[in-house]
């Protein structure tokens, strides 16, 4: 959550109870207002079932909104935390997590982010997608070392390992 967006007031309250009475869940978020000139007043739309937003976030689309985010503390220490490779991170911890839980993301308005030109959503998808693939093809160094042969093809990571 950046200094300029806003919290519902009940937001916390929502996303606790839903994960007292959800113990399979792990990862709760929400949905989201736009503020700012980059389509202002415009919700989210964001899948709210684990299957979903699995594919969603695997299809370099938003699954969920990282600002929104609740987890589960014993989850986080379980898969490693946040990895630090200063890309992507948020959805490469989304992915550890649903590993072992559940996803999920609550139908209701939890906050209002603002979109601007000085932010990383305030850019394009197609940047925001470049960054995502450059943290792919970094996980897949820290796990296979170089010698990988990497082919992108229509947005899609391919690759052929020499082993």
Known sequence: ???????????LGKQVAFLDANPQVGLVGG???RMGARGAGMPSNLP???AEIVDDLLANRHGMCNATTMFRRKLFEQVGGYWEHNLSEDWDLFLRMAEVAELANLDDLLMAVRFHSGSLNGHSGHFILKINQRGILL???LFFGSGQQFYRLDFCLFSNLVL
């Open 48 to 50: 709210t079932a684990h």
């Open 31 to 33: 949905q989201i207002l």
């Open 1 to 11: 959550m950046d200094a300029d967006d806003v919290a519902q007031p009940d937001r």
């Open 139 to 141: 996980v897949f160094d």
